[in-house]
């Protein structure tokens, strides 16, 4: 088996726990997420989060500004246009806020 085809297996048996963390990026309670808080809420190990979020490109946005004890957040890009107006939206964008 080629590597190519391990990987896409890799990503197809992954895409429940894809789901998982989507809809815990995208829970109403918060605006942006630690790996953290993703962790605790989906019972998945913070590592396991992490290359989740990280093989969910363009989908997922990190904000620029840390929580307060220094941790990146996160939420998906869809939950952060449901969650800030178009000013906020181009507020942040002209001042960098979100990566």
């Known amino acids: 088996m080629t590597y190519a085809a391990t990987e896409e297996m890799a990503k197809k048996s992954e895409e429940p726990l894809r789901k998982i963390v989507v809809a815990a990026l995208e829970d109403p309670r918060y605006d942006l997420r630690t790996l953290e808080g993703v962790s605790e809420q989906t019972g998945l190990p913070r590592t396991q ?3 989740i979020v990280e093989n969910l ?6 904000s620029s500004i840390p929580d307060e004890e220094g941790r990146a957040l ?3 890009r869809k939950h952060y246009n449901s969650t800030h107006g178009v000013g906020a939206r181009l507020l942040n964008a002209l001042a960098d806020k979100v990566a």
Do not use: A
């Not at 490109?57 to 990190?62: A, C, E, F, I, K």
């Open 49 to 51: 989060v992490r290359r």
């Open 57 to 62: 490109g363009d989908l997922v946005v990190r």
């Open 74 to 76: 996160y939420t998906t």
